[in-house]
């Protein structure tokens, strides 16, 4: 199983700002797509994500787990928040490659944003918050 980050790259000059905030949840859950393609001879599947960070924080997101199951694939990406719902975002495009003996078997890809929150020492807290899961289909 290998999971490569291809691209992780802010994509917004100016702050971006949600014209009805009221109705947002935090983390705002990844718009996402997912797609399988052949990679010198390779099935692999190409997970483009757009999340939307905090524009206070300025830690690009990660990946740090990814589970395939039962024909599923769920991924998070992981950033630091302070707790405070943001006024402006930073905007990034997360792109990534997965393959695996199993990978054809993948019908549905789950993603995630999901955030720890900095404790007074200035370590991570032990309860991570995640963002609604976005569902796509695996597309040939």
Known sequence: MTLKVVQNKKINCEDFKFKDPQNLTFPIPPLASANFYDNKGVKTLKIC???????????????????????????????????????????????????????????????????????????????PKLSRGTKTSAGA
Request: aromatic letters at 16%; zero cysteines; charged letters at 25%.
């Open 49 to 127: 994500a757009t999340l939307y960070i905090n524009a206070v924080e300025s830690e690009k997101p990660t990946v740090d787990t990814a589970i395939e199951k039962d024909g599923t694939f769920t991924i998070y990406f992981d950033y630091i928040w302070d707790k405070v719902s943001p006024d402006t975002y930073d905007v990034y495009y997360v792109e990534t490659d997965y393959t695996s003996e199993t990978v054809g078997d993948i019908t549905e890809v789950i993603s995630y944003l999901q955030y720890t929150v900095p404790t007074v020492g200035g370590g991570l807290g032990d309860d």
